[in-house]
């Protein structure tokens, strides 16, 4: 009997070995809720201190650098939002592999980035071109299509859990495009709500 559950530790002791060589689980919940929260933030500054609404945006038809010179507020504001989240994530996920005894920067962590790289750069330039265009009304929905994506490409690498997160987004983006009055309310409750959500999953699911 002492034998058999040796060998069921052994087996389960080796497959979270390989689980952990081919999986980046680094990621800290908690960083995941602080991203929540900064989203959270961005949106109230965003409506209430830059009074950012796409669609009057829209109806005024600002193109070409009119159009950055009057978004130079919500363009610094997102490239802080990206900055604080990218930086917490990466802060904490070091602190949590330097607590378990292990390195970071790994064969999976940068399967990972480089899983990141192509949706993140594709919606950034997209969003740009929208700008530059006048197409404000889309730029909250493609944000979110955009991110759902880049979630769900990253989930096998990472926790499977944040393949539903990036189908959430997915599924807010849509929304966004069908009811553009109502899309900074979708992109909070992409971008913030669910990061908590997400994150607090994470910490009670793994990290407890």
Request: proline share 2%.
């Amino acid at each position: 009997m002492k034998q058999q559950t040796d060998y069921l530790s052994d087996l389960q002791a080796i497959r979270s070995m390989m689980q952990r060589s081919s999986k980046f689980l680094s990621l800290s919940g908690w960083s995941g809720v602080m991203a929540g929260i900064y989203g959270l933030l961005a949106a109230y500054i965003a409506v209430f201190r830059l009074d950012f609404d796409p669609i009057v945006l829209q109806a005024i038809g600002f193109t070409d650098w009119e159009a950055f010179a009057e978004l130079r507020g919500m363009m610094v504001l997102a490239a802080l939002l990206l900055v604080l989240s990218i930086g917490t994530a990466a802060w904490m996920a070091r602190r949590k592999a330097n607590k378990q005894g292990e390195v970071v920067w790994t064969a999976a962590s940068r399967r990972l980035l480089a899983d990141l790289a192509v949706p993140l750069l594709t919606g950034g330039m997209l969003l740009l071109a929208f700008t530059w265009l006048g197409a404000f009304s889309l730029l909250l929905p493609i944000s979110l299509l955009f991110y759902g994506i880049t979630l769900y490409q990253a989930g096998p690498v990472t926790y499977t859990a944040l393949r539903i997160l990036g189908l959430l987004n997915l599924a807010l983006g849509f929304l966004a495009l069908l009811l553009p009055e109502h899309a900074m309310l979708f992109w909070a409750a992409g971008f913030g709500l669910l990061h908590i959500v997400y994150g607090l999953f994470i910490h009670f699911r793994y990290e407890k």
